[in-house]
C-alpha cells in the first residue's frame, strides 16, 4: 500500500533536477503536500505564500506568464473551493501552463470533517474551460502523470489522494491523456473508477466472478479529456455501466460518463459517490464503507443493476 503523494514528490524532484523552469507554489502546507524535500533540495524555486489560496493562484499564472512550470499545490478542498473565480480567470480563460496539485482529496482528511472534505473538487474543475483533469489510480501512474505533466500544454488539475493504495499498474506505464486503461476484461458488465476507488472495482469484478459475472475494469483517470470511444463500447458491449468515486455523484466522473450515454447509446448505469451531502465526521474508511464505496458496494451496484434490466 502506497502514498500517491509519495510517487508525486519524489518524481517532482527528480524532474526539477534536469529542468531549471520547474518550480512550486504552496499555501503553507509542505508538510502535507510532502514538499519539504524540494524546499531542501531547490529553495530558489519553492515559493510559500502562506493561507492564501487565491493570490497562490495569481502567483502560479505571473509564474507560468514568465516561462516557468509553475507546480501550485495544497490541499484539494482549500486549492479549489477557496480560488475558484482566479482558477476561472487566471487559469482557465488566460489558459495559463500551470499545473494545480490537489492532494488529500475526498475523503481523505476523514476526521477533520466536511471543512477538509473535498468532494466538489473534479466538478468545479470539469467546468472550467481549458482546464485538464487527471486523477491517478496508484503510485505507478501518479509517477507517470507527473512526467506527462511537465510536457502537457496549458492548466490542468492532478488529484492526489493520502490514502494508501496498492500499486495496480506495471512499472513503466506511460500515460496517455484522453485514454481509458482496461485493467480486467469483461462482456457482462462494465465497472469505470478513477483514484482511490480503481483497486476496490478490480475487488468488485473477482467477487462478481465467482457469482458467474464477468466485469469489464476500466481506469478513467484521464476525466477531462475522457474516452468517448471506451465509454460507447463499454454501454454498447456490456449489460451496463457502473460508474464510483470519492467524490459527490453531481459533476464528477458518474457526470462526465451519463452525458456520454445519453448522448450516444443509452444505456443502464448505476453512479456511485456521495449521494449530495456533507460527509459525517470520522475515518475515511468508514466513510468509504458509509457510503458503500468499498469492493461490495460496487459489487451489490452491479448485481442490482444487471437485475433490473
Known amino acids: 500500500m502506497v502514498d500517491c503523494r509519495d510517487a508525486y514528490s519524489k518524481t517532482l524532484e527528480e524532474m526539477a533536477s534536469t529542468d531549471e523552469r520547474i518550480v512550486v507554489v504552496v499555501?503553507?502546507?509542505?508538510?502535507?503536500?510532502?514538499?519539504?524535500?524540494?524546499?531542501?533540495?531547490?529553495?530558489?524555486r519553492s515559493i510559500n505564500v502562506g493561507i492564501a489560496e487565491q493570490n497562490m493562484m495569481g502567483?502560479?499564472?505571473?509564474?507560468?506568464?514568465?516561462?516557468?512550470?509553475?507546480?501550485?499545490?495544497?490541499?484539494?478542498?482549500?486549492?479549489?473551493?477557496?480560488?475558484m473565480e482566479q482558477v476561472k480567470i487566471d487559469l482557465g480563460y488566460s489558459n495559463s501552463n500551470v499545473r494545480l496539485l490537489g492532494?488529500?482529496?475526498g475523503m481523505a482528511y476523514g476526521e477533520l470533517g466536511s471543512t477538509h472534505h473535498s468532494l466538489e473538487d473534479v466538478g468545479w474543475m470539469r467546468i472550467i474551460p481549458n482546464m485538464t483533469i487527471i486523477v491517478p489510480a496508484d503510485s505507478i501512474e501518479t509517477q507517470a502523470v507527473m512526467r506527462y505533466s511537465a510536457v502537457h500544454e496549458g492548466p490542468m488539475f492532478l488529484r492526489i489522494s493520502r490514502m494508501p493504495v496498492p500499486d495496480l499498474l506495471p512499472a513503466g506505464t506511460k500515460f496517455e491523456l484522453g485514454k481509458?486503461?482496461?485493467?480486467?476484461?469483461?462482456?457482462?458488465?462494465?465497472?469505470?473508477?478513477?483514484?482511490?476507488?480503481?483497486?476496490?472495482?478490480?475487488?468488485?469484478?473477482?467477487?462478481?466472478?465467482?457469482?458467474?459475472?464477468?466485469?469489464?475494469v476500466l481506469n478513467m483517470s484521464s476525466v477531462k479529456p475522457i474516452d468517448r470511444e471506451a465509454i460507447i463500447d463499454a454501454a454498447q458491449?456490456?449489460?451496463?455501466?457502473?460508474?464510483?468515486?470519492?467524490?459527490?455523484?453531481?459533476?464528477?466522473?458518474?457526470?462526465?460518463?451519463?452525458?456520454?450515454?445519453?448522448?450516444?447509446?443509452?444505456?443502464?448505469?448505476?453512479?456511485?459517490?456521495?449521494?449530495?451531502?456533507?460527509?459525517?465526521?470520522?475515518?475515511?474508511?468508514?466513510?468509504?464503507?458509509?457510503?458503500?464505496?468499498?469492493?461490495?458496494?460496487?459489487?451489490?451496484?452491479?448485481?442490482?443493476?444487471?437485475?433490473?434490466?
Open 59 to 83: 502567483v502560479g499564472a505571473g509564474l507560468a506568464n514568465g516561462g516557468k512550470i509553475p507546480y501550485v499545490c495544497g490541499p484539494a478542498c482549500f486549492l479549489t473551493a477557496r480560488a
Open 103 to 105: 492532494v488529500s482529496t
Open 180 to 216: 481509458a486503461v482496461c485493467l480486467r476484461e469483461g462482456s457482462d458488465i462494465t465497472l469505470m473508477a478513477n483514484g482511490v476507488m480503481v483497486c476496490r472495482a478490480l475487488q468488485a469484478a473477482e467477487k462478481l466472478q465467482k457469482s458467474g459475472i464477468s466485469a469489464r
Open 237 to 309: 458491449s456490456t449489460g451496463g455501466i457502473v460508474t464510483a468515486e470519492e467524490h459527490s455523484i453531481y459533476g464528477g466522473l458518474g457526470g462526465a460518463v451519463a452525458e456520454i450515454v445519453a448522448q450516444t447509446h443509452p444505456a443502464k448505469m448505476r453512479i456511485l459517490g456521495v449521494p449530495g451531502v456533507f460527509a459525517p465526521t470520522g475515518s475515511a474508511e468508514f466513510l468509504l464503507e458509509h457510503f458503500g464505496l468499498t469492493a461490495e458496494g460496487i459489487r451489490s451496484a452491479a448485481v442490482q443493476l444487471l437485475e433490473s434490466r
Open 27 to 44: 499555501n503553507d502546507s509542505v508538510g502535507s503536500t510532502k514538499l519539504k524535500g524540494f524546499f531542501s533540495k531547490y529553495p530558489q
